[in-house]
């Protein structure tokens, strides 16, 4: 319904945000909050909800898929490695019985 939250305290910094929840500038708050603004508490609580999700951000997950990405990778070129292996192997022997044949008739 509204936009992404979940990086306001690392793009403001405490101080921004402790301002911008004391202001509340936002245009589409100020029909809502206009008339009632936010009590200290709520403030302080909104702050802290705020801290705690910038923090588990922070804590996140990005080398646990990054292994996992390297991992699929890995097995991937295994397959394709696997798979490929005897693909060419017809193509190779034409080739050296070509090559062999020219050979003979050269010497």
Request: charged share 20%; proline share 7%.
């Amino acid at each position: 319904m509204g936009p992404d939250l979940t990086g306001v305290y690392a793009r403001f910094g405490p101080d921004g945000l402790n301002s911008s929840l004391e202001t509340l500038y936002f245009p589409a708050m100020t029909p809502i909050y206009g008339y009632r603004p936010l009590t200290q508490d709520e403030r302080q609580n909104l702050f802290a909800f705020f801290q705690s999700i910038s923090r588990k951000q922070e804590e996140s997950s990005t080398p646990a898929v990054g292994g996992l990405a390297l991992a699929g990778l890995a097995i991937l070129l295994a397959a394709t490695a696997v798979a490929g292996r005897r693909r060419l192997k017809p193509v190779r022997q034409r080739l050296v019985e070509r090559a062999r044949l020219e050979a003979g008739r050269r010497a």
